[in-house]
């Protein structure tokens, strides 16, 4: 196995007055599991000086890591003019020399730091990987861009492609990104997980909240960003379709962003479905509770991804009613721990979702969500870890050496 690894990743760390290292927390606990790759961990990233540490954020304190800052600029224009992206080169060519083994990202803005990162890996003869869980280079679906996007998504589409070939295994979130690799890369199909066992729901838990549902009308939730590529347009228009006398249905849209103002006016629209809008809960025990009150969990994304939201919603016996796409499908299973529909497909989903006012139904949908609790109880955060060290130690083993 390795015994130096470099973790390069554009997620910060914020730095106190006292030279204390704060992460968000949910990074914090990741980046805690990364010791199988290296006994000495270094993380390559933006640091911020803060005087207090930003909501969210958690003092990380481990044996064994160190911290090397990187520059860091919100525009393309300011981070190449104000000779950012220049140090930013000089620290990771340096930086590269040290590890074993280097994780090296590609989504970060404006410019990726895997297009510089990984033809230095090759030069300094540093093995390296990375994690595909998402497309955020593409286009998203749902929203008209100017020419200026399409032109970047096309150029990062063929870069990331060509350099993405030249890692030495990756994990991907879902088998449709293998393609992104050469034929012969080892990888795994790895989930986004991050739930951990204590934060699971406990049986008297599921059954108290199934209790308090069977006494009220069905409840569904949407958690993630209220953006054009999340669906929330298609949401809302399945919302109004199935907004009728005789409807008895509660939905809540818990988080923010720019179709949030759309989704108020939507919610004061409908006389018979009753829409809750509800700011972004802290990750932790008020968020899991929220989410295990609910009959269902609803994604109607568009595009390719795999929101995290759903091995949440296993993980406190809520099923999953979401868009077939190839990041949900892989996840969900049509009639076992959830349903899918066809993407963008207002009237299906407006029916699934009517369906609940069904007691056989809304019955079946409990069966649903115990298949998707067992699914959780084999796969949390530290079991995702687990499996991506035994392919690393694998991987490993059966590479020559020399």
């Known amino acids: 196995m390795y015994q130096r690894y470099m973790h390069l990743t554009g997620v910060p760390a914020f730095t106190s007055p006292d030279g204390t290292v704060y992460l968000d927390a949910l990074a914090a606990r990741d980046l805690s599991r990364h010791t199988y790759l290296g006994a000495a961990v270094r993380v390559v990233c933006p640091i911020v000086k803060v005087a207090e540490p930003p909501a969210g954020a958690v003092a990380f304190k481990q044996d064994g890591f160190e911290f090397v800052g990187l520059p860091h600029a919100t525009s393309l224009g300011r981070y190449i003019a104000s000779g950012c992206w220049l140090r930013a080169v000089w620290i990771m060519w340096r930086q590269l020399a040290w590890p074993d083994i280097a994780f090296i990202g590609f989504v970060e803005h404006p410019i990726p730091y895997g297009w510089t990162a990984a033809p230095f890996a090759a030069l300094r003869r540093v093995p390296w990987y990375t ?27 063929r870069i990331n492609r060509v350099l993405f070939r030249r890692a030495a295994f990756a994990f991907v979130s879902q088998p449709a990104y293998a393609a992104f690799l050469r034929p012969s890369c080892p990888y795994l199909v790895s989930p986004a997980s991050w739930f951990l066992r ?33 669906g929330i347009e298609l949401l809302l228009s399945a919302l109004a379709r199935i907004d009728a006398p005789g409807v008895n249905l509660t939905f809540t849209l818990v988080g923010s962003g720019q179709l949030h103002p759309r989704a108020a006016q939507a919610g004061a629209s409908l006389q018979h479905v009753q829409l809750q809008l509800v700011a972004p809960v802290p990750y932790g025990s008020e968020f899991f509770q929220l989410l295990r009150g609910v009959d269902a969990l609803v994604v109607p994304s568009l ?100």
Do not use: C
Not at 133 to 157: C, D
Not at 198 to 213: C, D, F, L, N, V
Not at 316 to 328: E, I, K
């Open 303 to 402: 595009g390719d991804e795999q929101p995290r939201i759903v091995f949440d919603a296993f993980s406190q016996a809520v099923p999953v009613l979401a868009s077939n796409t190839s990041g949900l499908r892989s996840i969900v299973t049509d009639g076992v721990d959830g349903r899918l529909v066809p993407v963008g497909d207002v009237g299906a989903l407006a029916v699934a979702m009517a369906a609940f006012a069904t007691p056989a139904v809304r019955a079946q949908w409990i069966g649903y969500g115990d298949a998707g609790y067992e699914r959780a109880l084999a796969y949390d955060h530290d079991v995702m870890h687990a499996q991506r060290a035994a392919f690393i130690s694998d991987a490993t083993r059966a590479t020559p050496s020399g």
């Open 131 to 157: 994690f595909i869980e998402s497309t955020p280079w593409r286009v998203p679906p749902g929203v008209a861009p100017k020419w200026r996007h399409r032109l970047r998504a096309a150029v990062a589409e």
């Open 198 to 230: 204590p934060e699971m729901a406990t049986p008297p838990q599921i059954a108290a909240a199934r209790s308090e549902a069977s006494d009220r009308p069905p409840h569904l939730m949407y958690v993630g960003r209220l953006d054009p590529a999340k």
